[in-house]
């Protein structure tokens, strides 16, 4: 079982639509969650952090973090083909050696289509 | 706004050369990493440091090395390339204390190719 795995895409949703991402993780020491969206040929940008039990709003996009389930998610409202891109899921460890590392998943390629 | 600069952007290359990708930081960072993608594939960290004078070799092997000698600066170099070196190469630099202390921000990266 890889450490952190997301939902296999691509995943097409219409404009307007709502797209929900989702990504598990192993490590239940796990502390800090990402989510990047990372357009083609270009580096990943962060768009949320999370770090308690809940929801976590920012505009159009809502992180959800559930630690007894080990999950992660991300809505995203009010979908615009600009939305469409890679986004990947990063889960920090707690510390000792790999304190700072982040634990990429391998990306849910999302298509916004109009 | 991350302030984390790469450069080149692009660079072509033939094989046996020597290379010094560059990365800086202007956000005092003390973590800095090296993560190395090809298309459509995953991020693997081949490099991370937490501060001057300190290196590790990241989840993936690499035949690259790199140096921490200023806290800005995290250059990455390969004494001889070959064209199983062509890809992608990012840098990515995180601080070390408070709330925030492991986001990473990245650079926009150094697309490589060795023919």
């Known amino acids: 079982q890889k450490e952190v795995e997301q939902n296999s895409g691509p995943l097409s949703v219409p404009e307007g639509a709502i797209a929900s991402l989702n990504c598990t993780y192993s490590d239940r020491v796990s502390q800090s969650f990402f989510w990047y969206r990372q357009y083609s040929g270009k580096s990943p940008e962060l768009i949320m952090s999370i770090y308690s039990n809940g929801d976590k709003e920012d505009g159009r996009f809502t992180a959800q973090l559930n630690k007894a389930s080990q999950y992660v998610s991300l809505l995203i409202r009010d979908s615009q083909p600009s939305d469409s891109a890679t986004y990947l899921c990063a889960v920090s460890n707690a510390g000792g050696t790999s304190y700072g590392k982040l634990t990429f998943g391998q990306g849910t390629i999302l298509t916004v289509h109009p | 706004e991350a302030d984390i600069y790469q450069t080149p952007r692009y660079l072509v290359i033939g094989t046996g050369k020597k290379i010094t990708l560059e990365c800086s930081q202007t956000?005092?960072?003390?973590?800095m990493y090296w993560y190395q993608q090809d298309p459509g594939m995953e991020l693997h960290l081949i490099h991370y440091s937490y501060g001057v004078n300190s290196t590790e070799k990241g989840d993936l092997s690499s035949e690259s090395t790199v140096s921490r000698i200023r806290t800005e600066h995290f250059p990455l170099t390969l004494e001889s390339a070959r064209p199983s070196h062509t890809s992608q190469y990012l840098c990515a630099s995180s601080a070390t204390s408070g709330r925030s202390a492991d986001t990473q921000y990245f650079g926009p990266g150094t697309r490589l190719t060795v023919l």
């Open positions: 956000m005092g960072h003390d973590k």
